[in-house]
């Protein structure tokens, strides 16, 4: 069983939440992988690339995943799950669902100037 930790939007895998987790863990012989969901880049984050990533890393194999997510990374790891019988657990904290209409609602007309750049 691989447990892979997904961060969430403006963090990283060295977030202090993800040392946390991995280090917790290790304790009890479970090993965690912090994954880089910054895809392609921070500035140029999509939600398709951090799914796609973290297929990738799931990989060809059959062996089972458990996936845990926060915020941005609960919602990659809802949508990966969805898709993906080897998925067998996952664990989220506060998973950004609706993040997109909630980020229009706030922005206003400056989601449609976003959307045109």
Known sequence: MRYLYLHGFASGPQSTKGVAFEKHYAGRGIRIERLDLRVPTFEHLRLSA???KVKDEIGPTEESVVLIGSSLGGLTAAHVAAGNRRVKGLVLMAP??????????QLGPAWDEWQRS
Not at 96 to 105: I, M, Q, S
């Open 50 to 52: 951090m799914i796609d």
């Open 96 to 105: 950004a669902f609706g993040l997109v209409a909630r980020w229009r609602e």
